[in-house]
């Protein structure tokens, strides 16, 4: 039973870059949904896909879009990125949109210079 | 909106005793609570999820529940030097579809 995955692990950017992260959900889930989680903070929601369509949000700016492919794969795009994105980046697959039970991929680290 | 609240510790327990890690929120109308564990560097594991008002045991974790007073726990029994990590409470948010984590309690068992 394939877990979530998300790739690339690590990755370093400078300031102004873009940046796509990738995410598989587990077998079987078909909703995605990615946080940011900086250094001693727990991860704050960003937004949630469900049905190719993003269905919630949380508090962060345009900069940070996504998008959903058939398969229920998932991107995380971030524009002209901020030393503050800097951060674990974190997929979580669940089932029919809800919170319940929600499964964390591995992360990606991103490091802003 | 929703606040979830921890203490960040370190919460230092010698291995062996009961550690307990404690939580509030703020949403009287919360009806799901999970508990998740983090070790460093690594991403969050669910190890609790309670619904009802009481007790959940699953092997040496306990969680425990009271919505009267918006408070959520989570007792780790016969702890274990393995059982150091953060340790992250988390709240469905008003939309039902995202999580709101509180900050984590970092949890130190001394062999």
């Known amino acids: 039973d394939a877990g979530v995955t998300q790739s690339p692990t690590h990755l370093i950017k400078t300031r102004g870059q873009q940046v796509t992260l990738r995410c598989s959900p587990k077998?079987?889930?078909?909703?995605v949904s990615w946080y940011q989680q900086a250094l001693g903070q727990g991860p704050q929601f960003i937004f949630q896909y469900y049905e190719e369509e993003e269905r919630q949000r949380g508090n962060f700016p345009d900069r940070f879009s996504g998008h959903q492919f058939p398969n229920y794969s998932s991107e995380l795009n971030v524009n002209a990125l901020l030393l503050g994105d800097s951060a674990l980046y974190l997929c979580?697959?669940?089932?029919?949109?809800?919170?319940?039970?929600?499964?964390f991929g591995p992360g990606t680290r991103l490091t802003v210079l | 909106q929703k606040e979830v609240e921890q203490n960040s510790g370190p919460l230092s327990v010698p291995e062996g005793a009961i550690a307990s890690l404690n939580c509030t929120y703020s949403?009287?109308?919360?009806?799901?609570f999970f508990w998740y564990r983090q070790y460093s560097g690594k991403s969050p594991e669910l190890i609790m999820s309670?619904?009802?008002?009481g007790d959940k045991e699953d092997g040496r974790f306990t969680a425990q529940l009271n919505k009267a007073s918006q408070y959520v726990s989570l007792l780790i029994r016969d702890s274990q030097p393995s059982d150091s990590a953060t340790y992250l409470c988390?709240?469905?948010?008003?939309?039902?579809?995202?999580?709101?984590f509180g900050s984590g309690t970092r949890l130190q068992v001394q062999p």
């Open positions: 309670i619904y009802s008002n």
């Open positions: 988390a709240v469905p948010d008003t939309g039902r579809r995202a999580l709101t």
């Open positions: 979580a697959s669940s089932l029919r949109g809800g919170p319940d039970t929600q499964y």
């Open positions: 949403d009287r109308g919360s009806q799901s």
């Open positions: 077998s079987g889930h078909d909703t």
